[in-house]
């Protein structure tokens, strides 16, 4: 196997380790992810009127969002604890698209640092964790919420340069 297809969190015995990353160059690196919380209409006009009996769960989610970011390295056994410079929780209310469809909240977190890696999973966290939060505050009116599609929209900066997937 060769240096580059390596998995960097194996040793040559085959062990999990943490990459060593102090002999990086310390750049800015900013990372997105997305997600999405599927629902019930009625689910979705609750938590827009702020109805439901725990409280504004955007709110809730949002803050729940960004202490997830900055907790990622207690949470992902390899990652790194990072001074994060920025974490943004956004939403996007979609209503569905037709009568009996499902409503849609999108989430969108942007994590920036300045360091030796970078912030992809942190953004990953925050979006999870503020995903499962809106399931938690509103699975008392709909448990058939779907939580899809978490993924990393796009990465810049580092070594390996910038990934816009979306």
Do not use: N, W
Request: aromatic share 2%; glycine share 8%; hydrophobic share 45%.
């Amino acid at each position: 196997m060769t240096d580059d297809a390596r998995l960097s969190h194996i040793d040559d015995q085959g062990r999990a380790r943490m990459v060593d990353v102090g002999d990086k160059a310390e750049t800015s690196r900013v990372a997105v992810a997305r997600g999405e919380v599927h629902m019930r209409s009625e689910t979705l006009r609750l938590i827009q009127a702020e109805e439901l009996p725990k409280g504004d769960v955007l709110a809730v989610a949002r803050v729940a969002g960004i202490m997830a970011a900055k907790r990622t390295h207690e949470l992902i056994p390899m990652c790194h604890q990072l001074l994060l410079s920025l974490v943004q929780i956004d939403f996007d209310l979609t209503p569905p698209p037709s009568p009996g469809g499902l409503a849609v909240i999108a989430i969108e977190a942007t994590v920036k640092t300045k360091g030796q890696t970078g912030v992809e999973m942190e953004a990953l966290t925050a979006v999870s964790v503020a995903a499962l939060t809106i399931y938690d505050m509103a699975k008392a009116v709909d448990r058939g919420m779907r939580i899809e599609a978490v993924r990393v929209a796009e990465k810049r900066g580092g070594k390996s340069g910038d990934l816009v997937l979306e």
